[in-house]
Every structure is written in C-alpha cells, then in structure tokens.
C-alpha cells in the first residue's frame, strides 16, 4: 500500500517537473531575458549580516549543499562589490560533485561570475580575483573614472558599462543572454543588488533559507535594501511556491507574480 503511495507521489512528482520544464522551454523561446533567481539565507529577524557586514555564513550544512545545488542549475552567478568583497567569496559552483551535477544538467563545468559595481570600486584584492577558474564580467556605469576601468579591465574577462549613473538591468541581462548564453541567473545579492532587481521587476523566483538566528542591529543588511518603495501597489508581490523544514531551517521558494 506504501510503495503504491510512493510510486503515486513519483509519478506525479515527474509530471511537475515535466511540466516547469515545458513551462520554462515556452519561456525561453519568448523572452530575450534571463530567468532570475535570487538566493538568500536569513535570520528569523530578516538580517542576512551583522550590522558590520562582516561576510559570516550562518546557515547549516545543508544551507550551504542548497546553495550549490543552486548554483549547479544557473549558467551565470551574479553578486554586487559589497558581497563580493566582504569575505572569501569566489561565485563558483563547488567541489566535484556539483560541477558532475551540472554537467548531468547539461552546463558548463564551471559558471560564469558576475560583479555589480556602479562606481567600480570593487577592491582588486577581492578573494574572486585570485580564482581565475571561469570567466568574470563586471558590470559598471559611466560613474567609473578611467583609472578605475582601467584597473577592472586588468581584473575581468569583460567590462560592460551599463548606464550612465545606473546600471539599465533589462538591458543588462539581455546582453548577458546575448552575449554570454546566460539562460538562468542565480543572483546571489547582498542587498542593495536584489533591490535594484526587483524593483526593475526582473526577478523570477525568491529562495530563502530562514535560520534559526536573530542579529538586530538597524543597520544590519536585509535582502532587499538600495532604495526600496514608497508605495503599496510598488512592492513586488510573492507567491510561496514551496516550504521544506530540515532541522530548525525553513527552505522556502516564492514565485514572483507577474
Ligand atoms: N545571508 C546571505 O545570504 C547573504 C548573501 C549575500 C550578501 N550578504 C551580505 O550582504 C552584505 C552586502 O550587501 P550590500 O547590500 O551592502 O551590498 P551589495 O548589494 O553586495 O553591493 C553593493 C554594491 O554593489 C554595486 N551595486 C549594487 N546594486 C547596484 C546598482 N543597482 N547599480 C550600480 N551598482 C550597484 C555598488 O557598487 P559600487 O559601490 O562600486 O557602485 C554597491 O555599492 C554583506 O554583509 C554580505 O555578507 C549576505
């Protein structure tokens, strides 16, 4: 009676997954975008960092297995300069077993790596530049004087200026699409990326890991800060796509509604 259960479940587990395939191939063929997925671990007080913004992973083991299974599905992992300076942030997809994952997924073996920096400051000691494994883009605006570009050109494999003052994010990825393959996104934050993205009304699906922490702090980061808006009817609105317990961890995805 179980293994009737069990082989329901399987069965009907396959025709979901058909059809988000068939779902997102219709998608593909319409859009000259990206799908954007962002990726986030939180405290149960909304922090993804202390208030001094110290990188410190406070997830689970698991957490962090769910973070390269992530990364495993995205052809390019994108984060802006204050995520990618802040630790030993490399971007890329993990040990053996997750580059095996993606090529079962039919990647590359190693992701592309995307940095966000407006103004170009992003330090050129950052840990990302020592692990010359995969192409990196930095993605910048006119903002960035001469030396700094010059200093960036030296650290990427490309430099796109992508607006005057800021960057035009549409435009953005579908360049990225373009010129890179880019087919799915994982954007990685902190939180003054996922807010530009979302208020450019780009991002697909919202995955956060809800640990069992509080940080406080006013000033400690939350995953969507940058400007943010003022009115009801501009805050991008969720579906809850799927919720797993592991632990004292809460693994949720929410859709973003269209
Ligand atoms: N818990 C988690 O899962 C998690 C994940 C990621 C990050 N974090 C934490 O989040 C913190 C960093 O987040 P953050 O919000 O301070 O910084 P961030 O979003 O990583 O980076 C901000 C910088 O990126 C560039 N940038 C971002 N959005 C831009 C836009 N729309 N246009 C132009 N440039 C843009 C700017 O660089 P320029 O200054 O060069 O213009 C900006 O100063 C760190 O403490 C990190 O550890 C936590």
């Given at each position: 009676?179980?293994?009737?259960?069990?082989?329901?479940?399987?069965?009907?587990?396959?025709?979901?997954?058909?059809?988000?395939?068939?779902?997102?191939?219709?998608?593909?063929?319409?859009?000259p975008?990206?799908?954007?997925?962002?990726?986030?671990?939180?405290?149960?007080?909304?922090?993804?960092?202390?208030?001094?913004?110290?990188?410190?992973?406070?997830?689970?083991?698991?957490?962090?297995?769910?973070?390269?299974?992530?990364?495993?599905?995205?052809?390019?992992?994108?984060?802006?300069?204050?995520?990618?300076?802040?630790?030993?942030?490399?971007?890329?997809?993990?040990?053996?077993?997750y580059r095996?994952?993606r090529?079962r997924?039919?990647?590359?073996?190693?992701?592309?790596?995307?940095?966000?920096?407006?103004?170009?400051?992003?330090?050129?000691?950052?840990?990302?530049?020592?692990?010359?494994?995969?192409?990196?883009?930095?993605?910048?605006?006119?903002?960035?004087?001469?030396?700094?570009?010059?200093?960036?050109?030296?650290?990427?494999?490309?430099v796109?200026?992508?607006?005057?003052?800021?960057?035009?994010?549409?435009?953005?990825?579908a360049?990225?699409?373009?010129?890179?393959?880019?087919?799915?996104?994982?954007?990685?934050?902190?939180?003054?990326?996922t807010?530009?993205?979302?208020?450019?009304?780009l991002?697909?699906?919202?995955?956060?890991?809800?640990?069992?922490?509080?940080?406080?702090?006013?000033?400690?980061?939350?995953?969507?800060?940058?400007?943010g808006?003022?009115?009801?009817?501009?805050?991008?609105?969720?579906?809850?796509?799927?919720?797993?317990?592991?632990?004292?961890?809460?693994?949720?995805?929410?859709?973003?509604?269209?």
């Amino acid at each position: 009676m179980a293994t009737e259960r069990n082989q329901k479940r399987l069965r009907s587990d396959r025709v979901r997954i058909h059809e988000g395939e068939l779902k997102m191939a219709r998608w593909f063929k319409s859009s000259p975008l990206p799908f954007v997925f962002v990726n986030f671990a939180i405290t149960a007080d909304g922090k993804i960092a202390f208030a001094n913004r110290t990188f410190i992973p406070f997830g689970s083991p698991r957490d962090r297995e769910h973070m390269l299974e992530l990364r495993a599905t995205a052809d390019a992992v994108m984060s802006g300069a204050r995520t990618v300076d802040s630790g030993r942030v490399t971007l890329g997809p993990g040990g053996e077993k997750y580059r095996q994952l993606r090529r079962r997924h039919g990647l590359t073996e190693y992701n592309l790596r995307v940095i966000v920096s407006g103004s170009g400051s992003i330090n050129p000691n950052a840990h990302i530049f020592k692990k010359r494994f995969s192409p990196i883009v930095i993605l910048t605006t006119q903002r960035a004087d001469e030396r700094a570009l010059k200093q960036l050109r030296t650290l990427a494999d490309e430099v796109k200026i992508c607006g005057a003052k800021e960057i035009n994010f549409r435009k953005t990825l579908a360049w990225l699409r373009e010129r890179w393959d880019v087919k799915r996104l994982l954007s990685e934050g902190g939180g003054e990326l996922t807010d530009a993205l979302f208020r450019a009304g780009l991002v697909h699906e919202l995955h956060l890991t809800i640990c069992p922490r509080i940080f406080g702090g006013r000033t400690a980061p939350t995953l969507a800060d940058g400007e943010g808006v003022l009115k009801l009817a501009d805050a991008a609105r969720l579906r809850l796509k799927s919720q797993k317990r592991t632990g004292d961890e809460l693994f949720l995805i929410y859709e973003a509604r269209r």
